[in-house]
């Protein structure tokens, strides 16, 4: 079977390094690619713009549409290709809870399958089950995350950081509160505190430090190449092509 691929974002960079794997593939079809800007040719596509997404998926019928843009663009287009029962891998971050109750329930209502995740490497699903042994066996020492990224990121934290911190809370028996950054007098609490540094080209590093008395661990994650990213959407956007209607999470697709 051949799955039919729509990308959203496909002039940022991670919509180009998608472009690449997903043309690299021989059971993808590449049919349609969103932008602000349209125009472009990639392939056998003209690039259009998202203005005009409903009529171009009602056109090429895609099986899966993949969005790496921004978070508000991603609602959009999230409930754009529901409604046309175009299923979803949504790799952008910085959602609020109101935008991802949003999309969720877009995804019920035009019965699609979907992904949501703010990081589609294999080696951070590995890294989010590591954090979340060592959080139960080092329950009640101090946890501090802190990523870094490039100087073009937008959000802040990141979307892989707060993930971290969920999946460390629900492993500890009494939740923490997260603290972002800290100035002037800043006692520490029971908390776990997350700190973004931006720079450069960094594709995306991720610590978790347990330090506790007498000793102390780190959990780290570093990706080298966005690639890491770009296959792992890619791989998933196979899964999600063969799964029944529902909101999955990588862990669903790693289980098989
Ligand atoms: N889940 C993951 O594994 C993962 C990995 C890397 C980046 N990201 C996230 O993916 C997103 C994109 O990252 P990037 O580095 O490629 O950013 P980027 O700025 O290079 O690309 C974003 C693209 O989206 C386009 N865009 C904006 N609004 C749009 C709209 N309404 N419709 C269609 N396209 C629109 C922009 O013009 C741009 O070309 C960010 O949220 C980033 O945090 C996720």
Redesign the pocket.
């Known amino acids: 079977m051949t799955v039919r691929i729509a990308i959203?974002?496909i002039?940022?960079?991670?919509?180009h390094m998608i472009t690449e794997t997903v043309l690299a593939q021989p059971d993808m079809q590449l049919v349609a690619g969103?932008?602000?800007q349209g125009g472009r040719a990639v392939d056998r596509i003209t690039v259009s713009e998202?203005k005009d997404m409903d009529k171009v998926l009602k056109a090429t019928k895609p099986d899966v549409l993949i969005d790496?843009?921004?978070a508000a663009?991603a609602v959009?287009?999230a409930k754009t290709a529901a409604a046309n029962g175009v299923n979803l891998i949504v790799?952008?971050?910085?959602f609020d809870e109101a935008q991802k109750a949003e999309m969720k329930r877009a995804i019920e209502s035009g019965k699609v399958a979907a992904i949501i995740?703010?990081?589609?490497?294999v080696g951070v699903q590995v890294f989010l089950k590591l954090l979340r042994e060592a959080a139960k066996r080092l329950e009640g020492c101090d946890i501090e995350i802190v990523e870094a990224h490039h100087n073009?990121?937008k959000?802040a934290p990141s979307?892989t950081a707060l993930k971290a911190a969920d999946v460390i809370a629900s492993a500890l028996s009494e939740k923490p509160k997260y603290v972002y950054g800290r100035e002037g007098v800043a006692p520490r609490g029971k908390e776990i505190g997350i700190h973004a540094v931006r720079g450069g080209d960094i594709v995306g590093d991720h610590t978790v430090l347990f330090a506790c008395d007498g000793e102390r661990i780190e959990v780290k994650h570093q990706a080298h190449s966005?690639q890491a990213?770009a296959s792992?959407?890619v791989k998933a956007a196979r899964w999600i092509a063969a799964q029944r209607p529902g909101l999955y999470s990588m862990d669903d697709m790693f289980r098989e």
């Open positions: 959203a974002g002039n940022g960079r991670m919509g969103f932008d602000l998202s790496f843009t921004i663009a959009q287009n790799g952008t971050t910085g995740s703010p990081n589609f490497s073009k990121k959000d979307g966005r990213f792992g959407a």
